[in-house]
């Protein structure tokens, strides 16, 4: 089941920018922290960028100064503005939020493909 819908991927060139969207498919419970997450091919699945209510933010080495990840706490929704994209960021975006119930399972996306290729 998608409790989170990921939208914004697509093929863009290298240099190019790219901005993606999580909203929640149905209600879903308070949220605490939200991220945004890769998996390229032939890899493991690596942590983008976290956001968390108050807007602190943290972000992987590999995109930082180029990434900027960004919320709005009444609808729940995660952005993250891709700049500079690199062919090395090419790979299945996927969005998650954390309840703040912990005892509840985090929710997730389906994906969504970025390639950055020529």
């Known amino acids: 089941q998608v409790q989170l819908v990921e939208s914004g991927g697509g093929l863009v060139q290298p240099g190019g920018s790219l901005t993606l969207s999580c909203v929640p498919s149905g209600d879903i419970f308070s949220i605490n922290r939200q991220g945004w997450y890769r998996r390229a091919p032939g890899k493991e699945r690596e942590l983008v960028a976290t956001?968390?209510?108050?807007?602190?933010?943290k972000y992987a080495d590999s995109v930082k100064g180029r990434f900027i990840i960004s919320r709005d706490n009444a609808k729940n929704t995660v952005y993250l503005q891709m700049n500079s994209l690199k062919p090395e960021d090419t790979a299945v975006y996927y969005c998650n939020a954390e309840p703040k119930n912990g005892f509840l399972p985090a929710y997730w996306g389906q994906g969504t493909q970025v390639t950055v290729s020529s």
């Open positions: 956001i968390v209510g108050g807007g602190s933010t």
